[in-house]
């Protein structure tokens, strides 16, 4: 069977491409090996699928080159997804700072995309397991329901993270084979293992913070685990944080610690009392036995009060690795951007041949980046087949 493009991966981008694509006459397969397509959309957002932010900006992906995602961005924006999403009469609501999700559940909106497949006239074929790919002039993809041809090959089986539900890492694979660079991979937005061990005192513990690696800092929560940190901000953080690269804390970032300890009323108080004004108990007795001698605050030093400052403002945390791909909810890094055009996804060696989605070296933020990523990345290559 020959068709004008066969997309390997019914996720996300796979989807929204085969709708692009089938919208424009032509004859598309989807592949995919899952029961089912759309199976981590499924279960994204906590079932509720956070699918876009109304905020989202190119600087708010990590690449290694920040610029690649522009173009597709600018072509297929938040407002666009908006459009879609209500003419399917899915309700949404935004949760918070430009994050939209659904009210219902997330398979309203896997739902809506297979109506979309099928309106355009888009097969999909489920429990498929693709075992070879080779170019002959056209792409000829062998799979375990058959073989099928195609003018274009679109690879859109997402990255590593979440192998459970059918991360299989053959995008990479397949991009090697062509001759593709690859940038390294590794998990991320993903919870974080601190080194010699997490907290026994302080798991469940969750607190408002700025959290910073390198030059990036996120305020959001975070929240104390067994092994390390976990969170919001621990998950922005940990797309920008490098393996040796110490984590700062400001766990009160709007105060002035040293100034407070100085000034506050009352301060015949216990430090552990002193923090207990602004951080919850646990973290507060956790904070005061670092501190030796239980001293009331107004015996303090100077050079104690700013050592306290210092704990409180620059609490620095040396990570040994990541939760890893299977909690992670992405793949950072992937096919090198420097292989595709940043309007279609093409690849520049292979013609014919693309990229889409979570495989190419573009990572969203936590907050909905990642689905606009899909959508936007599978709309141009859509577009281009
Ligand atoms: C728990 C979790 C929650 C998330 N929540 C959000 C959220 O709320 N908002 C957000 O923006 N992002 C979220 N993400 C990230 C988001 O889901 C991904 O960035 C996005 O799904 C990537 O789209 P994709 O189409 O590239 O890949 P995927 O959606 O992963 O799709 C790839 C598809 O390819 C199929 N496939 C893989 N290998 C093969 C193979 N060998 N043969 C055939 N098919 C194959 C897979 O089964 C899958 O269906 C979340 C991720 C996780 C893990």
């Known amino acids: 069977m020959r068709y004008d493009a066969i997309i390997i991966g019914g996720g996300a981008a796979g989807l929204f491409c085969a709708m692009t694509a089938g919208r424009r006459g032509k004859r598309v397969l989807v592949i995919e090996h899952n029961e089912e397509a759309g199976r981590k959309i499924i279960i994204s957002g906590g079932g509720r699928c956070n699918f876009t932010n109304i905020h989202t900006t190119p600087e708010n992906f990590v690449s290694s080159n920040p610029h690649f995602c522009r173009s597709a961005l600018s072509r297929y924006t938040p407002e666009d997804l908006v459009r879609l999403v209500k ?36 097969e999909i074929k489920t429990r498929c397991e693709v075992l070879t790919v080779s170019k002959d002039g056209d792409f000829k993809v062998e799979t375990s329901g058959g073989t099928f041809r195609s003018q274009s090959l679109v690879i859109a089986c997402g990255g590593l993270s979440f192998p459970k539900i059918g991360a299989s890492g053959l995008g990479y694979r397949l991009a090697r084979q062509f001759g593709l660079k690859i940038v390294e991979t590794r998990p991320s937005l993903v919870a974080m293992v601190v080194e010699g061990g997490g907290w026994t005192d302080l798991a469940g513990v969750s607190v408002d913070a700025e959290v910073g690696s390198g030059k990036q800092s996120f ?167």
């Open 87 to 122: 003419k399917h009469k899915i309700e949404f609501y935004e949760k918070k700072l430009g994050q939209l999700f659904c009210k219902e559940n997330s398979r309203s909106i896997v739902d809506m995309l297979l109506s979309e497949c099928r309106a355009a006239r888009a």
């Open 219 to 385: 305020r959001e929560n975070i929240l104390f685990t067994h092994r390390g940190l976990s969170g919001p901000a621990i998950l922005q953080t940990s797309n920008y944080w490098k393996k040796g690269e110490d984590v700062v804390v400001d766990l009160l970032p709007e105060k002035d610690v040293g100034e407070l300890l100085k000034t506050i009323d009352g301060n015949n108080q216990r430090i552990q009392n002193f923090l207990g004004l602004y951080l919850p108990q646990r973290l507060a007795r956790h904070l005061a036995a670092k501190v030796p001698g239980d001293k009331p605050v107004s015996k303090l030093s100077a050079k104690e009060r700013d050592e306290i400052a210092a704990m409180l403002h620059q609490w620095r945390f040396q990570f040994s690795q990541t939760e890893g791909y299977d909690r992670a909810e992405v793949t950072l890094g992937g096919v090198s951007t420097d292989e595709l055009s940043s309007t279609t996804m093409g690849s520049k060696r292979v013609p014919g041949l693309y990229f889409i989605g979570e495989v190419v070296d573009v990572t969203g933020w936590l907050g909905g980046y990642n689905f606009q990523w899909a959508w936007a990345s599978g709309f141009a290559a859509g577009d281009a087949v």
